[in-house]
């Protein structure tokens, strides 16, 4: 089959791969289309340390399924599928207690380090385990459906934070998730969502997909914006989606006391953290990592219109084309946000 492979780091090239054979309880997929994430970028030039070549990447995906394997249930040849990017072993004491996202022995699809090489999505054909694959309805295309693993973690980042119905909500960073995140809180019952990044063009798309009010925090005191349209106190959530020294301490000065932050981003290894603001303001800090059992909530928010991913997709190309894209979007190339690989 098919597959875009990354042969070395900064180098990535179509070739002839073996297609996969479904085992016990597994499902061939037959890709429609994966999305290029954030963490492809960075695993694209070795920086995360744990996309290790010869590699086929690829986690956000949807498709149809063109094989399963003995035992399987519920799933047959021609059913459409998406599935979580996390495999998780359904055994350990994690997963048996339903947080499946902190398995002990996950795996991640597109993924390889020291413990397993579990390759992706950018081929022709990916191999999973049944019990993390989820049916599509009709009304939601291939295209779409891809964008909604990122959707998972920005509804469970948002079901990690404790909201009340009329809180006021920031969201620092409004890149892909952070996007997702003002979609998500809109329907959680926030009464206000302000939205705070660095770029203005993503920050009206924030506006025209829910937010109520935007900074840039290149030009606003950010904790004196905030405290203004709070009576002084400061906002009730908080939630980090990009995950840097500069944007939490953002997070946590705007935050009233008693506030709670949820930290989604996950950029830096290490940060400095303001910790006598966290102690003296008695804040919570959250983190949320991947989805755990989001995906039928997400499903159902973007099939009823009310998470768009429309406006987030810039452009859809052949797999083949795969290798351009990754070095515009390695380039930061202005204006793109999420691609979307169609083998």
């Given at each position: 089959?098919?597959?875009?492979?990354?042969?070395?780091?900064?180098?990535?090239?179509?070739?002839?791969?073996?297609?996969?054979?479904?085992?016990?309880?597994?499902?061939?997929?037959?890709?429609?289309?994966?999305?290029?994430?954030?963490?492809?970028?960075?695993?694209?030039?070795?920086?995360?340390?744990?996309?290790?070549?010869?590699?086929?990447?690829?986690?956000?995906?949807?498709?149809?399924?063109?094989?399963?394997?003995?035992?399987?249930?519920?799933?047959?040849?021609?059913?459409?599928?998406?599935?979580?990017?996390?495999?998780?072993?359904?055994?350990?004491?994690?997963?048996?207690?339903?947080?499946?996202?902190?398995?002990?022995?996950?795996?991640?699809?597109?993924?390889?380090?020291?413990?397993?090489?579990?390759?992706?999505?950018?081929?022709?054909?990916?191999?999973?385990?049944?019990?993390?694959?989820?049916?599509?309805?009709?009304?939601?295309?291939?295209?779409?459906?891809?964008?909604?693993?990122?959707?998972?973690?920005?509804?469970?980042?948002?079901?990690?934070?404790?909201?009340?119905?009329?809180?006021?909500?920031?969201?620092?960073?409004?890149?892909?998730?952070?996007?997702?995140?003002?979609?998500?809180?809109?329907?959680?019952?926030?009464?206000?969502?302000?939205?705070?990044?660095?770029?203005?063009?993503r920050l009206k798309l924030a506006r025209t997909l829910g937010a109520d009010v935007t900074f840039n925090a290149r030009t606003e005191n950010l904790a004196e914006a905030v405290a203004g349209l709070?009576?002084?106190?400061?906002?009730?959530?908080?939630?980090?989606?990009?995950?840097?020294?500069?944007?939490?301490?953002?997070?946590?000065?705007?935050?009233?006391?008693?506030?709670?932050?949820?930290?989604?981003?996950?950029?830096?290894?290490?940060?400095?953290?303001?910790?006598?603001?966290v102690v003296t303001r008695e804040l919570t800090l959250y983190g949320s990592c991947a989805s755990s059992n989001d995906y039928p909530l997400s499903i159902e928010m973007m099939a009823s219109g009310?998470?768009?991913?429309?406006?987030?997709?810039?452009?859809?190309?052949?797999?083949?084309?795969?290798?351009?894209?990754?070095?515009?979007?390695?380039?930061?190339?202005?204006?793109?946000?999420?691609?979307?690989?169609?083998?």
């Open positions: 089959m098919k597959a875009l492979l990354l042969t070395e780091y900064r180098k990535l090239e179509p070739a002839d791969v073996p297609r996969p054979v479904p085992g016990p309880h597994e499902l061939l997929v037959r890709v429609k289309a994966c999305g290029i994430c954030g963490s492809d970028i960075h695993g694209y030039d070795g920086s995360t340390g744990r996309r290790i070549p010869p590699l086929v990447m690829g986690h956000e995906a949807a498709g149809e399924v063109a094989e399963t394997g003995p035992g399987v249930s519920g799933f047959s040849v021609g059913d459409r599928v998406t599935f979580d990017s996390t495999i998780s072993c359904g055994e350990c004491w994690y997963c048996q207690r339903g947080q499946i996202n902190l398995c002990q022995n996950r795996q991640v699809l597109g993924v390889s380090c020291d413990e397993y090489r579990r390759h992706g999505a950018f081929a022709e054909y990916v191999l999973i385990p049944q019990r993390i694959a989820y049916h599509l309805p009709a009304s939601l295309s291939y295209e779409h459906a891809a964008l909604l693993e990122a959707v998972s973690v920005a509804v469970h980042a948002v079901n990690r934070t404790p909201i009340r119905m009329g809180d006021t909500a920031v969201v620092v960073g409004s890149g892909m998730i952070g996007l997702l995140v003002v979609q998500a809180l809109r329907h959680a019952g926030c009464g206000r969502i302000i939205a705070i990044d660095l770029d203005n063009d709070t009576g002084g106190r400061g906002a009730d959530v908080a939630l980090e989606a990009v995950g840097a020294t500069a944007p939490i301490q953002t997070a946590i000065q705007v935050l009233r006391r008693g506030g709670a932050l949820t930290l989604v981003g996950n950029l830096a290894p290490r940060i400095d953290l303001p910790l006598q603001l009310k998470i768009q991913v429309e406006p987030l997709i810039s452009a859809c190309a052949p797999l083949a084309d795969g290798p351009q894209w990754f070095e515009r979007l390695y380039a930061h190339e202005a204006g793109l946000m999420k691609v979307i690989l169609q083998p």
